[in-house]
């Protein structure tokens, strides 16, 4: 799909993966509405304050989003640390609903009210494409650290449905594609120190660095821009594969 003159709404647009990818957007012409909970959007995006973890503020935000939407990028999300139990007791199932509300339902929420707006749309370009949605996973998606129960579920069962939503949408000419990036320098993980930075990217093969937000937007332009990406998710990750546990959060005995 060719995003000039398009509408496009970015989840987490003011921010990290969001915000660069929303500002790739406008370079290419799009008008882009960023629907997050607090920030400021980029220059010449418009933003709708709401929660995607709740139906009904989901709801109110698709309200303001005036006529059709053709992009979807769902970016919101947040982290979240803790083991499954310890000798002390179980883990924390509160603060596991909390991520899996935001990261994965909140995904749903967004992706079911706009999609269905999408459908309404007229067919654009050679194959009468209607949307395309794109949706931020991660490399915990596929190989979960110790203590990321509730990133991992979420992130998990967000790269499941790229292919269930792909099928759903078909029928439609809408397009589902899924990004899984590895360890990227935005504010999410902004707190991390150095030295598990570096131990998190050890296994890196090529190149042995953090991802930078812009490359992650490059990622997403391509998947919107090339019509055969459908029903899959792809790797932005330097062929990484984390250790099974770090220093981070106690991860390590």
């Not at 769902?74 to 909390?98: E, Q, S």
């Not at 939503?165 to 990004?179: E, F, K, Q, T, Y």
Request: aromatic share 4%.
């Amino acid at each position: 799909m060719n995003p000039a003159g398009k509408v496009a709404v970015v989840t987490g647009g003011n921010s990290g993966l969001g915000a660069a990818t929303a500002q790739a957007l406008l370079a290419a012409g799009a008008e882009v509405v960023t629907l997050d909970l607090a920030g400021t959007p980029p220059a010449g995006a418009r933003c709708v304050h709401g929660d995607v973890a709740d139906p009904q503020s989901v709801a109110d935000a698709l309200q303001a989003v005036d006529g059709p939407v053709h992009i979807l990028v769902n970016c919101a999300g947040i982290g979240g640390l803790g083991p499954i139990a310890t000798a002390d007791g179980p883990g924390d199932v509160a603060a596991i609903r909390k991520v899996i509300d935001v990261n994965l339902l909140g995904a749903i929420n967004v992706t079911a009210h706009f999609a269905h707006r999408m459908i309404a749309n007229a067919p654009s370009g050679e194959d009468g494409e209607r949307g395309v949605i794109v949706n931020a996973c991660s490399i915990a998606s596929f190989g979960g650290q110790a203590s990321m129960t509730a990133y991992t579920a979420s992130k998990a069962a967000l790269a499941s449905l790229i292919l269930v939503w792909c099928r759903d949408l078909a029928s439609h000419a809408i397009r589902v594609m899924g990004i899984a990036p590895g360890f990227m320098t935005t504010p999410m993980v902004s707190s991390v120190p150095r030295a598990i930075v570096d131990e998190l990217l050890q296994d890196a093969q090529f190149p042995r660095r953090e991802g930078r937000p812009e490359e992650f937007a490059r990622l997403a332009m391509f998947i919107i821009e090339n019509p055969l990406l459908n029903g899959d998710v792809i790797r932005l990750d330097a062929a990484t594969r984390p250790p099974a546990r770090t220093g981070f959060g106690g991860q390590k005995a």
